[in-house]
């Protein structure tokens, strides 16, 4: 197997970038088994690269895509569209040197001690506060939400109040407690949104669906 | 409902301490319903934690505990053991603050000159070499690992060559090449371990794990 090499002591090893094709082969091989849904040039590598994440072709089922909201969120990357999320977690996974090619940047206001005061007094949650923290520019960002349903909660808020604009709302909350709500609510919107229906998403989720859009560029 | 509140525009939002509650009861009651296997005081906490965190219940049949590992695991924080993780990922996810509070830290060589360079001139994967270099220090920590079978392979290596001496390994890659086989070869090892056996895993389990450690002290 030419693709193969030794490891230290012997152990064989193969190339991360075999192993990632070899990967996307298998997912797609099994997709096609397991969802009868089809997918398009845009939202298959998205869907593909969250089953590659999480191992669960689930997510076939539960991904939903507002019309165009990947083309969307391309156009918003090209243009400069910075990513706001709920956690460091997704800041971390996602792919910041390949955003930053087009001048965007990962934004977090969880750890911002203005938000931590802000919540406390008005006994809100940091998720909410950081939400509406990014209204203060007009919000034109891609808001990328794997955890807070009450970040979603907020967004609906304001996109509806006319106070933000997200040019991309990828809405996946992982939970038990009202995050299956929080989801259906961005549905609504007339913005686009990419939301895993369910209780199932994270973090990881959020980073690769954000890092799926950025390796079809 | 006493334990809720008004957002500011009417949205009703439950606390934060009271959604993890109320999510932990919601776990436990569908537990009992899908789960034949019993945890004890130790491991229960454990799978309660990544199932809260990815929202599969399948995480009750395939995390899987050496004996005591969980004990084992606990005694090292307690003694300031550090965290060693296989990405930046794990490592925002873990609640190093509360890990502070024993004396230990996260450690992640993944970004790494040094490593980057060797894995490159070696042919090995950084995941690899970046286990290798915790070897200098007699790696006496508790390893995390919730991307890299290669990092999982190398541990293998490096206890079977008594160069490591693992207080915990907690093997939860996800992924479709080489991840099952990489956790089925930890399974061998007579050092305490925590594996998710079969495809799932990632990141944001081996920070869960973590963090339902750091809860129980």
Known sequence: MRETMSGHTGQMYIRPEE????SM???ENELRRVSSR??????????KRVIHTTADFGYADTLTFSEGAVERGLEAIRSGASIVTD?????AGINKRRLA????????HMQDEDVAADAKERGLTRACV???????NG????????????????????????????RLIIGVPVGFVNVVEAK????????????????RGGSNVAAAIVNALLYQL
């Open 139 to 166: 919000g034109d960002y891609i808001y990328a939400i794997g955890n807070a349903p009450t970040a979603l909660f907020t967004l609906y808020d304001l996109v509806r109040e006319g106070r933000i604009s997200p």
């Open 38 to 47: 089809s997918f398009d040039e845009h939202t298959a590598p998205v869907v």
């Open 130 to 136: 950081s939400m509406e923290k990014t209204a203060q």
């Open 25 to 27: 082969q298998i997912i």
């Open 184 to 199: 259906e609510k961005i549905l609504e919107l007339d913005v686009p949104w990419i939301v895993a229906r369910g209780r």
């Open 101 to 108: 090619r087009y001048g965007g940047s990962v934004i977090c």
């Open 19 to 22: 192993i990632e094709k070899r």
């Open 87 to 91: 956690t460091m977690m997704a800041m």
